[in-house]
Antibody, heavy 118, light 110 residues
Framework: EVQLVESGGGLVQPGGSLRLSCAAS????????MNWVRQAPGKGLEWVSY????????YYADSVKGRFTISRDNAKNSLYLQMNSLRAEDTAVYYCAREPSGFYIDYWGQGTLVTVSS | QSALTQPASVSGSPGQSITISCTGT?????????VSWYQQHPGKAPKLMIY???IRPSGVSNRFSGSKSGNTASLTISGLQAEDEADYYC??????????FGGGTKLTVL
């Protein structure tokens, strides 16, 4: 069974940093591209970042470019999102999401809540 | 990248059919056959319902179907059931090698 379990969310002050992790199991993690997608409270989905299976290609949404860094450790079956210079508008549930060989997401984690507030 | 345009809400009675539209531009919806649709119940993670415009993943009811014409994609749910009540989001690959989601549509089953 495919499982994606996010962790690392919490309350952080504006300007602060946080590192999210996603532990993958039930599939060959090293064979899949991965994404982070977020959802502000009561709002819609927003794509955040994408990384290929071997980390050779990485993309970011304009709203996080220069502040967030996506990475992965295939030996640990883990995906990460380093978030710096956090703003109130970054407050959201962050989902780890698997992308098979195509432009869609077939599995989502349950999400981890990040709250940026003083 | 601007969000794709979806109606904020749609409704229908059990057994009826409804269609949710998703309008973008030639740089996303109109330019690629990479539109996907997701269902999200309150407090839950999204679930893939349709990908590549009209392909249904294994396990998704054949009451769900997708199509596209020009810059507008559509999700049709036939034979509405109470459990279909949820938020629905479309998504598309873009010419910037990024993804864009729609603003979401709340489906109410009357």
């Amino acid at each position: 069974e495919v499982q994606l379990v996010e962790s690392g969310g919490g309350l952080v002050q504006p300007g602060g940093s946080l590192r999210l992790s996603c532990a993958a199991s039930g599939f060959t993690f090293s064979s899949y591209s991965m994404n982070w997608v977020r959802q502000a409270p009561g709002k819609g989905l927003e794509w955040v970042s994408y990384i290929t299976s071997s980390s050779t290609t990485i993309y970011y949404a304009d709203s996080v470019k220069g502040r967030f860094t996506i990475s992965r450790d295939n030996a640990k079956n883990s995906l990460y999102l380093q978030m710096n210079s956090l703003r109130a508008e970054d407050t959201a549930v962050y989902y780890c999401a698997r992308e098979p060989s195509g432009f869609y997401i077939d599995y989502w984690g349950q999400g981890t809540l990040v709250t940026v507030s003083s | 990248q601007s969000a794709l345009t979806q109606p904020a809400s749609v409704s229908g009675s059990p057994g009826q059919s409804i269609t949710i539209s998703c309008t973008g531009t030639s740089s996303d919806v109109g330019g690629y056959d990479y539109v996907s649709w997701y269902q999200q119940h309150p407090g839950k993670a999204p679930k893939l319902m349709i990908y590549d415009v009209s392909i249904r993943p294994s396990g998704v009811s054949n009451r769900f179907s997708g199509s596209k014409s020009g810059n507008t994609a559509s999700l049709t749910i036939s034979g509405l059931q109470a459990e279909d009540e949820a938020d629905y989001y479309c998504s598309s690959y873009t010419s910037s090698s990024t993804w864009v989601f729609g603003g979401g549509t709340k489906l109410t089953v009357l």
